[in-house]
């Protein structure tokens, strides 16, 4: 479908505020050509976001935002047309979904020493069987009126310093490539230069996940820094990665608005030649 081309949104099976089909409806309205759905270590807003786009004329390409560490770093993998019943890929997101939610029922006993907070009021913020963080708790403390909006929570009770943090159990980004190509899927890096140049991931670490297969690098994003970008156009041209942008769209959980970070049709094409474990959904 000709138009715009956004591969990364979020739906409330993660931490975006509108069901899949709200979110289809929202890409529709934006005039995008087409969409990924890319909820955090879920597939479970896959078949909601085809039904809504049947007809509607969007293209949609399944995906997901994988979690992986890599020491002390949250490693963001996008992934992109694999098989949602690969057993490896299933039984890891699973994990991971249940790591994050203990981990965020142990930040809440932490913030509810200090403040007016229950692990009810953050499971009022989320979906049931969804995938938990901290944007949920940054609702619930918004509703109890203790902050204004998710930013703001972010940048004071639920930032990693503020004491009430922890991390959460997640693959490496090495495994994390090894798994979604082996699901027949396309791994693509996410905002990889969020704190810049210096801290793009190390040039050594990407060519060990190029050897396992990573395809690309998720540069036009609004929060990979410029100085950032032109290091990560340097690592693309060399290694031959696919280009891409988005805008993370997170419905209202963010200022992020639909298209304003596109991919060109070129590297779609490639992404969609390569995937193998499920299909683009033509609506
Ligand atoms: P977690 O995965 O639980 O550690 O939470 C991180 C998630 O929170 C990321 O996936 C972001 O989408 C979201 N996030 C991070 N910073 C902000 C912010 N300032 N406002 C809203 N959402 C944010
Ligand atoms: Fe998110
Ligand atoms: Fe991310
Ligand atoms: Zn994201």
């Known amino acids: ?14 931490d975006g505020t509108q069901t899949p089909a709200q979110l289809i409806a929202a890409a529709v ?19 909601q976001s085809f039904t809504a786009a049947s007809d509607t004329g969007l293209t949609v390409i399944p995906g997901m935002e994988l979690s992986t560490n890599y020491g002390p770093a949250s490693v963001h ?7 949602p019943d690969d ?16 981990r965020a029922e142990r930040i809440v006993e932490r913030i509810g020493v200090d403040y007016d907070l229950t692990w009810d009021d953050v499971l009022a913020q989320s979906v049931d069987g969804g995938t938990l963080g901290r944007p949920h708790i940054a609702d619930a403390l918004v509703a109890k ?4 909006d998710r930013s703001a929570a972010f940048e004071s009770i639920l930032h990693w310093k503020s004491g009430y943090y922890e991390k959460y159990y997640a693959p490496s980004p090495l495994e994390g490539t090894r798994m979604i190509v082996a699901a027949g899927g396309v791994p693509v890096l996410a905002h990889p230069a969020t704190h810049g140049r210096y801290r793009v991931i190390d040039e050594r670490v990407i060519a060990e996940l190029v050897d396992a297969g990573l395809f690309g690098l998720e540069i036009h994003h609004r929060d990979n820094t410029e100085d950032g970008k032109v290091r990560l156009y340097e690592l693309a041209a060399k290694y031959d990665l696919v280009v891409t942008g988005s805008s993370d769209y997170h419905g209202e959980g963010k200022p992020n608005v639909l298209g304003e970070n596109t991919t060109e049709p ?18």
Do not use: Q
Request: avoid cysteine; glycine fraction near 12%.
């Open 1 to 14: 479908m000709p138009g715009p081309i956004d591969l990364h949104t979020h739906s409330s099976v993660s």
């Open 29 to 47: 309205d934006a005039g995008l050509g087409t969409v990924a759905i890319t909820d955090h270590d879920s597939t479970a807003g896959w078949s």
């Open 77 to 83: 993998m996008l992934a992109y047309l694999f098989d």
């Open 87 to 102: 057993a490896r890929i299933r039984a890891e997101t699973a994990r991971i979904r249940d790591g994050r939610l203990h």
């Open 145 to 148: 009126g203790l902050v204004t």
């Open 266 to 283: 070129e590297a779609l094409e490639r992404i969609v030649a390569a995937g193998t474990g499920s299909r683009p959904f033509v609506g």
